[in-house]
């Protein structure tokens, strides 16, 4: 843990059942033509729409629809959307919505006022990199470098094609309400992206976009509408949640304000997830999830994701795994490779969950068991289902992929980690 550290949430959050009828008036207060970033297909949230619609309409807001979301999202929505929204003169941009819609919505923002293509904001990495240089990652890291560590790629030439990119410095308000107890995308100001090569010559890649313009005016927090989430989806967006607080108090840019709060996410994660599963319409384990979810993005945003996410983007880009299963899949993986740095936290939370075990090492063996028993009852596999054929080597392309868009992450990761190693955890594991 860092001796000095700094903790800083410019994002105003209000949480409560049934808030959202308070989401004209909130809007209001940024703008009156409102760009509203949703889901294709809303499927159980339509009725939830449909209110809002009407609701935003009662207000005498004027709105745009861009209803375009899908699974998730890539460089061109993004585009297309900016180009909507510069097109109606958006002056407040509105997400109801996971992850993916959310994470959409901060990026038009942010292109609205700064202009030019998404491409042109992210941290697009180089043709190849050595997968048996053996070389660890580089250099030390303080708390206070964080925000620039996750804005800029680095100038590691391994890691970047540029030495430089643009940065989003200004952005459209952004109103976010999520209706998933996941990502946490309501208070960062993190984005991620598929990106393809148009010329079809460099791997599918997952990329972050990062300033600190694109944090969210106001999250928007009702747990209410998380109850449309089917078991599977709940399953997912609990595991994406469990990792954000657990990979943050490893973070090499953790501090005692991470710790406090990414256990109380860890906790109630722990405790709810399956009270949800069972129960769906549970109140109280629904408000438990929306809460954890919240403080696992703001301890996110704070200190960082480290090596589950790292191998997880990888999974995402190369074999279409869907982000909250390959964080499901790859925590466990990182979790005993980091062993040393990790088991004392591990035995400290199998404490406050009463898991059985007198010594350090076996407490924190039974919290490792625990995690990996409510993933397999929730439906979560341990393995990921690959492409049948690959020309390469299949280990060391994920690990290419993970170093060269996940370098902030691996960097972060308390224990040092070089790319024939990550290969090597790949290859026994997957």
Same mark, same amino acid.
């Given at each position: 843990?860092?001796?000095?550290?700094?903790? /800083?949430?410019?994002?105003?959050?209000?949480?409560?059942?049934?808030?959202?009828? &308070?989401?004209?008036?909130? *809007?209001?207060?940024?703008? /009156?033509?409102?760009?509203?970033?949703?889901?294709? !297909?809303?499927?159980?949230?339509?009725?939830?729409?449909?209110?809002?619609?009407?609701?935003?309409?009662?207000?005498?807001?004027?709105?745009?629809?861009?209803?375009?979301?899908?699974?998730?999202?890539?460089?061109?929505?993004?585009?297309?959307?900016?180009?909507?929204?510069?097109?109606?003169?958006?002056?407040?941009?509105?997400?109801?919505?996971?992850?993916?819609?959310?994470?959409?919505?901060?990026?038009?923002?942010?292109?609205?006022?700064?202009?030019?293509?998404?491409?042109?904001?992210?941290?697009?990495?180089?043709?190849?990199?050595?997968?048996?240089?053996?070389?660890?990652?580089?250099?030390?890291?303080?708390?206070?470098?964080?925000?620039?560590?996750?804005?800029?790629? !680095?100038?590691?030439?391994?890691? #970047?094609?540029?030495?430089?990119?643009? /940065?989003?410095?200004?952005?459209?308000?952004?109103?976010?309400?999520?209706?998933?107890?996941?990502?946490?995308?309501?208070?960062?100001?993190?984005?991620?992206?598929?990106?393809?090569?148009?010329?079809?010559?460099?791997?599918?890649?997952?990329?972050?976009?990062?300033?600190?313009?694109?944090?969210? &005016?106001?999250?928007?927090?009702?747990?209410?509408?998380?109850? #449309?989430?089917?078991?599977?989806?709940?399953? /997912?967006?609990? %595991?994406?949640?469990?990792? @954000?607080?657990?990979?943050?108090?490893?973070?090499?840019?953790?501090?005692? *304000?991470?710790?406090?709060?990414?256990?109380?996410?860890?906790?109630?994660?722990?405790?709810?997830?399956?009270?949800?599963?069972?129960?769906?319409?549970?109140?109280? %384990?629904?408000?438990?999830?929306?809460?954890?979810?919240?403080?696992?993005?703001?301890?996110?945003?704070?200190?960082?994701?480290?090596?589950?996410?790292?191998?997880?983007?990888?999974?995402?880009?190369?074999?279409?795994?869907? @982000?909250?299963?390959?964080?499901?899949?790859?925590?466990?993986? %990182?979790?005993?490779?980091?062993?040393?740095?990790?088991?004392?936290?591990?035995?400290?939370?199998?404490?406050?969950?009463?898991?059985?075990?007198?010594?350090?090492?076996?407490?924190? @063996?039974?919290?490792?068991? @625990?995690?990996?028993?409510?993933?397999? &009852?929730?439906?979560?596999?341990?393995?990921?289902?690959?492409?049948?054929?690959?020309?390469?080597?299949?280990?060391?392309?994920?690990?290419?992929?993970?170093?060269?868009?996940?370098?902030?992450?691996?960097?972060?990761?308390?224990?040092?980690?070089?790319?024939?190693?990550?290969?090597?955890?790949?290859?026994?594991?997957?």
């Amino acid at each position: 843990m860092l001796d000095s550290w700094e903790f /800083r949430l410019s994002t105003r959050i209000r949480f409560g059942w049934g808030l959202t009828s &308070k989401l004209a008036q909130i *809007l209001a207060d940024w703008g /009156r033509k409102v760009f509203w970033v949703g889901y294709r !297909s809303p499927g159980q949230l339509e009725t939830a729409y449909e209110k809002l619609r009407r609701q935003l309409h009662t207000a005498e807001l004027v709105v745009e629809e861009f209803f375009e979301v899908g699974g998730e999202p890539n460089v061109q929505l993004v585009n297309r959307g900016a180009e909507a929204a510069r097109a109606f003169g958006a002056e407040v941009v509105l997400g109801v919505g996971g992850g993916s819609v959310l994470d959409t919505a901060k990026a038009i923002a942010g292109l609205v006022r700064m202009g030019g293509p998404l491409e042109q904001y992210l941290p697009i990495p180089p043709v190849s990199l050595s997968t048996n240089s053996g070389a660890s990652l580089p250099g030390t890291l303080n708390a206070c470098d964080l925000p620039e560590l996750a804005a800029v790629p !680095s100038t590691d030439s391994r890691f #970047s094609s540029r030495t430089s990119t643009s /940065r989003i410095e200004q952005a459209l308000p952004v109103v976010a309400v999520p209706t998933t107890a996941g990502t946490g995308s309501e208070v960062t100001s993190l984005a991620v992206f598929g990106w393809e090569d148009p010329a079809g010559r460099e791997m599918p890649r997952k990329l972050t976009l990062a300033a600190e313009a694109l944090a969210p &005016k106001v999250a928007l927090v009702d747990p209410e509408l998380t109850l #449309s989430c089917p078991p599977d989806l709940t399953a /997912r967006c609990g %595991a994406d949640a469990l990792a @954000h607080a657990i990979e943050a108090t490893l973070s090499r840019a953790t501090s005692p *304000l991470v710790h406090l709060l990414a256990e109380e996410a860890i906790i109630r994660i722990l405790t709810s997830l399956p009270v949800a599963l069972s129960c769906p319409q549970d109140r109280r %384990a629904r408000e438990a999830l929306a809460l954890a979810a919240t403080l696992a993005g703001i301890v996110l945003q704070q200190a960082g994701a480290t090596l589950a996410h790292g191998m997880a983007h990888a999974l995402g880009a190369l074999a279409g795994v869907p @982000h909250g299963v390959a964080v499901a899949i790859c925590m466990p993986i %990182a979790l005993q490779y980091n062993w040393p740095e990790a088991s004392a936290l591990l035995a400290c939370w199998a404490r406050r969950l009463g898991l059985p075990g007198l010594q350090e090492q076996d407490l924190a @063996h039974a919290f490792l068991a @625990h995690i990996q028993d409510l993933f397999q &009852k929730a439906g979560l596999p341990s393995r990921p289902k690959l492409p049948e054929a690959v020309q390469q080597d299949w280990p060391s392309l994920l690990a290419q992929n993970a170093f060269q868009t996940t370098a902030t992450a691996l960097k972060l990761n308390p224990r040092k980690i070089d790319p024939p190693t990550l290969a090597d955890l790949f290859r026994k594991n997957l």
